[in-house]
C-alpha cells in the first residue's frame, strides 16, 4: 500500500476537490492513459486495487505509472460513539483528485489490451474515467 512515511500534522480538514486541474493534465510517461472527467476523492486502497487490475491484465508486461499519490490522512469516529469530544483517529489515506488529472500511465502493450485495463481500472473508481492515447 502506498502512504506517506510521515506527515507534517496527524489530522487534515476535508478540503475542496478543484474542478478544473492545473497540472497533471497531458501524458507525461506512457502512450495510454487513463484521465479523471469529475473531481473527487480516491482512497489508497482504491489506487492499490485499479494498479493491481491493469498490472494482471498486462500479465507483467509492459509499465505501468500511477500518477497519483495518498497523502491526506482520513479520520473516523469508531462505532457507536456519542458526538463530540473531538475528532476521530486516522483510519486511511485519500487523494484529491481534480477534472481531467492523469491517474494512470501506461505503455510498452498494444491498444487493445490498454483499453481493457483502463476498463477494469476504471470500475474501481467512484469517480467517471476516460481512456487516452498519446498523439505525436
Known sequence: MLYPKRTKFRK????RCKSGAVEGTPLA???????SCE???ISYQTIEA???AISRKFRRSGQIWVRVFADIPITSKP???RMGKGKGNPTGWITRISEGQILFEMD???LSNAQQAA???SQ???LSTKFVQWYA
Not at 510517461?29 to 484521465?35: A, H, L, Q, S
Open 29 to 35: 510517461f506512457g502512450k495510454y492513459g487513463i484521465k
Open 12 to 15: 487534515y480538514q476535508k478540503g
Open 79 to 81: 462505532t457507536e460513539v
Open 50 to 52: 485499479a494498479r493491481r
Open 119 to 121: 476498463a477494469l481500472a
Open 39 to 41: 473531481a473527487g476523492r
Open 108 to 110: 510498452g502493450v498494444t
Open 124 to 126: 474501481k473508481f467512484n
